[in-house]
């Protein structure tokens, strides 16, 4: 009787007659177990290996502003596709309502308090500022330098602009960019207040670009910005390809004011801003095709990100924080909360994230991905690994909703209370809550229905975390205040 399988086929083996058929189905299931431990410790040794990491943040883009948060006219194929192929966080939060302390805390892990980037009435490092990081703060590129990752930053520091703070100072081996924010430094002869803003005029602005620590451009054309620093990214991506890196990507806009290279310009349905957000759009596309062509796409974790909502003040030029309340500056939703992304084909599942991210987390996340000693103080962002990966839930107590230096808000669970409000740029003076509001994050996404009548056991636990979080903080002084001559 012949041999067959079920569906009446010889099996191939068969006509090897020349060998034994035990020989055979030995050597066969030899050869079978031992790729099965080839691919076994390939998964493992590549689950071992730490990852490349890209960080890709934008300046001033809000919740609303991508086509995979909902937004209609701005066009982001590329950033829809980063969300579609990983997992795009829907209570993702900077931990700063501004640029300087939301940077701060993305390089330490730290709310700002702790380490004195930030202030209540400067809020930001000024054009002449003395004060910058501190040299003590170990950043997350000394951490991953200190585990042989080579280290970039292209783009916008705002970590303080002197050459003793500039990014070479703080773990970057490489640095292309802007100290500070492209508004930081207009001509002397343009136009004063709003009008420069809107004049869609290069010549108006000033704030140089630098490389290493030195200024190599004193009045670089803003509207190549973009394009100039991907090219940047693309190149430190290719030179570095065959070791681990660290790349941060810090786009200057869009913040105000906005300027997009002749591809974009006058293209986008939502204007310049729908032009501008097009144009980063386009960015980390071509980030992404090089980790892909560069056969790096499984070995690296992207995250794109936001360091605060929209600059609503800025009425066209300002974006959308969908349905969140309020924009830059203040501490209601829309000022806080932003986009967040995270891609790493093979390790990220396709999904969407409902529990809450914060910036802060990045540190923890990427530190242990890497195999790097946490340093030993007090961080404030936790590993969410487990989310990411799909392991579990994250061991998270409160968030804190810092303005400057003074504690605004804090959000337990779905529930948020308010101890002061404020608009972000408007001229209303901080009004304090007593009892504080009281918003169901998940029932009023919008923050309109004050529940604090109906739940003060949730506001008195609200209160205990607070009570907590002050009674362990050491704050540090402040770095905004102080001033060099004028430059
Ligand atoms: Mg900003």
């Known amino acids: 009787m012949k041999v067959t399988d079920r569906w009446g086929v010889r099996p191939r083996t068969q006509t090897l007659t020349f060998l034994p058929r035990t020989l055979i189905t030995d050597l066969s299931m030899r050869l079978f177990l031992q790729f099965i431990l080839l691919v076994i410790s390939c998964n493992q040794l590549l689950a071992a290996t730490p990852p490349n990491v890209v960080i890709i943040y934008a300046d001033d883009l809000g919740w609303g502003d991508l086509g995979c948060y909902g937004h209609p006219n701005i066009r982001t ?8 192929e990983g997992m795009r966080f829907t209570e993702f939060y900077s931990a700063a309502e501004v640029c300087t302390p939301s940077r701060a805390a993305l390089m330490t892990g730290r ?7 930030c202030h209540d009435q400067f809020r930001v490092l000024r054009n002449n500022a003395k004060g910058g990081l501190p040299k003590d703060e170990v950043t997350l590129a000394e951490l991953l330098k200190g585990r042989g990752y080579a280290t970039g930053m292209v783009g916008k520091w705002h970590l303080g602009h002197l050459p003793e703070h500039l990014p070479p100072q703080h773990g970057f081996d490489f640095y292309f960019g802007m100290p500070f924010s492209n508004d930081m430094m207009p001509a002397p002869d343009a136009p004063k207040g709003r009008e420069r803003f809107f004049a869609e005029n290069n010549a108006y602005w000033r704030t140089p670009l630098i490389r290493g620590t030195n200024v190599v451009e004193a009045h670089p054309d803003q509207r190549q910005l973009t394009r100039r620093y991907t090219d940047e990214s693309v190149k430190f991506i290719r030179e570095h390809k065959r070791r681990p890196f660290f790349l941060y990507v810090a786009h200057s806009f869009p913040h105000v004011p906005l300027f997009a290279s002749e591809k974009f310009y006058g293209k986008s349905p939502a204007g310049l801003y ?52 309020e924009g830059k500056g203040s501490t209601w939703e829309g000022g806080m909360r932003v986009p967040g992304i995270a891609w790493w084909p093979g390790r990220i599942k396709p999904s969407v994230q409902r529990q809450m991210a914060t910036t802060m987390d990045i540190f923890p996340t990427v530190a242990k991905l890497a195999g790097a000693k946490l340093p030993e103080r007090t961080l404030d962002g936790v590993d969410i690994a487990p989310l990411l990966f799909g392991s579990g839930t994250v061991d998270r107590e409160a968030f804190f909703y810092y303005r400057g230096a003074t504690l605004y808000a804090a959000r337990l669970g779905p529930w948020k209370a308010h101890f002061i409000t404020r608009s972000g740029y408007g001229p209303d003076k901080p009004a304090p809550q007593d009892p504080p509001l009281l918003f169901h994050l998940g029932e009023d996404l919008g923050e309109n229905w004050n529940r604090a009548a109906q739940q003060p056991e949730v506001i008195a636990k609200i209160k205990d975390a607070v009570a907590r979080h002050r009674a362990a903080l050491q704050p540090a002084p402040t770095q905004l205040a102080e001033t060099i001559a004028q430059p």
């Open 77 to 84: 194929p590329n950033l829809d596709r980063m969300a579609a």
């Open 111 to 117: 709310y700002p308090i702790r380490n004195g980037m």
């Open 274 to 325: 729908g032009d501008v957000v097009e144009e980063i759009d386009w960015s980390v596309g071509e980030l992404m095709a090089t980790l892909r062509r560069e056969r790096l796409a499984e070995k690296t974790l992207v995250i794109f990100s936001s360091d605060n909502g929209p600059w609503l003040a800025y009425n066209h030029h300002g974006g959308s924080a969908g349905p969140l309340r």
